[in-house]
């Protein structure tokens, strides 16, 4: 296999690290500023809500001005902007180096994404795909831990400057190894550019304040139901366009279909693990977040162990088979997460954290690669970038979904829904409903085809 994988890996890390590290250092740049956690939490929300704008702009990008160019450019406004947030001086300049950093972001995945696929034969795509997804398993699970390390030992501004060595050495192999790639000349869909940012904007600003416990779930809804009538519009203006930003025409793939569909069910799941195991372990058990984040590590690590054998196994039995066992193995340690209590063994405890990076892992390298499997080179493009759609508004649904459920369970037991007086009991009750998307996923997972993907089975 090519080095491209790997750095375009390293641009994942970069980016998905750089989403959750900062989580850490809010209280520190807090004081630095002067002000409270709660303004510096717009500079993550403006960050997410970039990513969305810019994000389906990207295969269009690609397309007309190069792919390598869109890349490099992309690298480069990332680095610069690490720089700018690590010398931010007040809430203002941190918000808007934080939008210049999510729009390098937004083009960074899907067109590394693209670029990667582009050049891998079929059936070396099973590997370079699991290369390049492992960053969006490992580094939410890492990143508050390093994240903790550097405010303790260092101060927060080298969270951003982590950001310059990894992107210069990047930016130089891209000029060294990355072809100049352009596809096929058309128009900019501008009504789609504004109709899909304008949903996606509205769906995870909803999610973003729905995950909140302070802020009004009234407004929330609101801006979550405006964004799925603007994502009906977004459908609807696709529809009766020649060349649609965002095309939905893939969905007549079956394989893509499944993706997209199950995949996002799926997703709902596995993204809310990592939100709800840590407030586990620090608000429901009493641990210190030293103390949580080293149980973590076995949940890291299965997350990353797993890569090494998901290209075998997907190779050996199939994605239909895989799907329908992983995701069933997945509501098991999820289910059997919900029975973690204080007193819990400790090897039991790190078997569960174990099991649910694992399957965690398997699945997110099964749904990045299954969405390729029937399409063609000159649909590569579109495809990547509907589907780093889908996977960056699953991440916010994921946590919002994990937070929600949270939220009902407290409110049932009686507790106040704007306050965080969290029990034990409640992340019991909302671990099982955190099982139940990926429980529904199974039977779409069983109408697959047994021969979906073969052509990417041919390998290793």
């Not at 927060?156 to 596809?183: K, R, S, T």
């Not at 069933?328 to 340690?333: D, M, S, W």
């Not at 390729?372 to 919002?400: F, H, P, R, W």
Request: hydrophobic residues 55%.
């Amino acid at each position: 296999m090519s080095l491209l994988p790997y750095i375009v890996a390293a641009t994942f890390f970069m980016e998905y690290l750089d989403s959750t590290i900062i989580a850490t250092a809010l209280p520190a740049m807090a004081r630095s500023f002067h002000v409270g956690p709660n303004e510096l939490s717009l500079g993550m929300t403006a960050y997410m809500l970039t990513l969305a704008v810019f994000i389906p702009v990207s295969g269009w990008a690609a397309d007309r001005f190069g792919s390598r160019t869109v890349f490099a450019c992309a690298v480069t406004i990332f680095t610069v902007a690490s720089v700018l947030c690590g010398f931010s001086t007040s809430v203002g300049t941190f918000i808007a180096a934080r939008v210049l950093q999510g729009a390098g972001g937004a083009m960074m995945v899907p067109v590394g994404r693209f670029i990667v696929v582009r050049n891998t034969e079929t059936s070396r795509m099973i590997q370079a795909i699991s290369t390049i997804t492992w960053p969006a398993v490992v580094a939410p699970v890492v990143g508050p831990t390093v994240g903790g390390m550097i405010v303790t030992f260092a101060t927060w501004h080298w969270i951003f400057f982590i950001n310059v060595p990894l992107g210069l050495a990047v930016l130089a192999v891209i000029f060294a190894i990355v072809p100049e790639q352009y596809g096929p000349r058309r128009p900019m869909d501008w009504g789609g550019f504004v109709l899909g940012g304008a949903s996606l904007t509205a769906l995870l600003l909803g999610t973003e304040l729905a995950s909140n416990t302070h802020a009004s779930l009234v407004l929330a809804g609101l801006l979550f139901a405006a964004g799925l009538v603007l994502g009906a519009a977004t459908l609807r203006h696709a529809a009766g366009q020649d060349h649609p930003l965002l095309d939905f025409r893939l969905m007549r793939h079956p394989t893509f279909s499944v993706t997209v569909l199950a995949g996002t069910l799926s997703r709902f799941s596995i993204d809310a693990i990592p939100y709800l195991m840590p407030l586990l372990l620090q608000v429901g058990f009493g641990l210190t977040a030293f103390h949580a984040g080293t149980l973590l590590l076995a949940f890291a690590l299965g997350n990353l162990g797993m890569k090494m054998f998901t290209t075998r196994i997907l190779a050996t039995y199939g994605f239909r088979a895989t799907a329908c066992v992983n995701a069933a193995l997945g509501v098991a340690f999820i289910l059997l997460a919900a029975t973690m209590v204080p007193a819990t063994p400790l090897a039991v405890l790190l078997l569960i954290l174990l099991g649910c990076g694992v399957t965690r892992s398997m699945q997110y390298t099964l749904l990045a690669t299954l969405g390729y499997a029937d399409i063609n080179d000159s649909e590569k493009g579109a495809a990547s970038t509907l589907l780093s759609v889908n996977q960056q508004m699953c991440i916010g649904l994921g946590i919002a979904f994990g937070a929600l459920a949270l939220r009902a369970v407290a409110t049932l037991r009686g507790e106040h829904p704007a306050t965080d007086a969290f029990v034990a009991t409640d992340f019991h009750w909302a671990f099982l409903v955190v099982a139940l998307p990926l429980a529904l996923s199974i039977p779409r997972y069983l109408r697959m085809d047994r021969a979906a993907g073969n052509a990417l089975r041919t390998a290793s």
